[in-house]
């Protein structure tokens, strides 16, 4: 679809039996003085210089509309633009759209902070609602069972690595030996987690922990 335009018209004053061409609407000749006008570099009888919607006469109207050379009434075009799914109110000039919702720019933000998401990545919950990635992360992701915060990605990367144990969930960094501290990593040798009762810890913890049992 083309984009709207305001246009103007105006009449065709000269000597009655010309002919000054063919009506862009009937396809009949515009013949006489004040029987035509020029609108859009088109000719139309006056009685066929009409909104497609309303058919009110747009003969010597201020502004009207067209759309794909189609003029519309100030009110019809109006009505026949989408309106904005967050405020209600019509969208007049730039859309942006989102999950195949029509937003104006200045309503297109996270729900949470209500920065503007305009140009930037955004993501949408279950909810159908749109959030930056950074609420959505600190909403929806998984917390680590050591730290407790949101296990995201860092500023500027859009992927992070979650350590699953015992039905918990770590960061990396927090993944370590509950007694002695040792950064955990079942690819790194040595380093593996050896679980007792529950608790995370690595093989010479695990092995201290059940000489101390058998005592």
Same mark, same amino acid.
């Given at each position: 679809?083309?984009?709207?335009?305001?246009?103007?018209?105006?009449?065709?004053?000269?000597?009655?039996?010309?002919?000054?061409?063919?009506?862009?609407?009937?396809?009949?000749?515009?013949?006489?003085?004040?029987?035509?006008?020029? !609108?859009? &570099?088109?000719?139309?009888?006056?009685? %066929? +210089?009409? @909104?497609? =919607? /309303?058919?009110? *006469? $747009?003969?010597?109207? #201020?502004?009207?509309?067209?759309?794909?050379?189609?003029?519309?009434?100030?009110?019809?075009?109006?009505?026949?633009?989408?309106?904005?799914?967050?405020?209600?109110?019509?969208?007049?000039?730039?859309?942006?759209? !989102?999950? &195949?919702?029509?937003?104006?720019?200045? %309503? +297109?933000? @996270?729900? =949470? /902070?209500?920065? *503007? $998401?305009?140009?930037? #990545?955004?993501?949408?919950?279950?909810?159908?609602?749109?959030?930056?990635?950074?609420?959505?992360?600190?909403k929806f992701?998984?917390?680590?069972?050591?730290?407790?915060?949101?296990?995201m990605p860092?500023?500027?990367?859009?992927?992070?690595?979650?350590?699953?144990?015992?039905?918990?969930?770590?960061?990396?960094?927090?993944?370590?030996?509950?007694?002695?501290?040792?950064?955990?990593?079942?690819?790194?040798?040595?380093?593996?987690?050896?679980?007792?009762?529950?608790?995370?810890?690595?093989?010479?913890?695990?092995?201290?922990?059940v000489r101390?049992?058998?005592?």
């Amino acid at each position: 679809m083309s984009s709207p335009i305001a246009g103007t018209s105006g009449n065709l004053n000269t000597v009655d039996d010309v002919c000054f061409g063919n009506c862009s609407r009937c396809g009949e000749e515009v013949i006489g003085e004040g029987m035509g006008c020029t !609108a859009m &570099g088109q000719v139309f009888h006056i009685s %066929c +210089f009409t @909104c497609r =919607v /309303c058919e009110c *006469s $747009l003969n010597g109207k #201020q502004f009207f509309y067209h759309v794909d050379g189609k003029p519309y009434c100030e009110y019809d075009y109006l009505t026949r633009l989408e309106k904005c799914c967050v405020c209600g109110e019509t969208v007049t000039e730039r859309i942006l759209r !989102a999950n &195949g919702k029509p937003y104006h720019p200045t %309503c +297109f933000k @996270c729900l =949470v /902070c209500g920065k *503007s $998401l305009e140009g930037i #990545q955004f993501t949408i919950d279950a909810g159908n609602r749109i959030l930056c990635l950074e609420d959505f992360h600190q909403k929806f992701a998984p917390r680590c069972s050591v730290c407790k915060r949101p296990i995201m990605p860092k500023p500027g990367r859009e992927e992070t690595i979650r350590v699953v144990a015992l039905d918990r969930s770590f960061h990396q960094d927090c993944y370590r030996c509950e007694d002695c501290g040792l950064l955990l990593s079942s690819e790194a040798e040595g380093r593996g987690c050896y679980p007792l009762d529950d608790h995370v810890l690595c093989k010479n913890c695990n092995a201290m922990r059940v000489r101390n049992i058998k005592i």
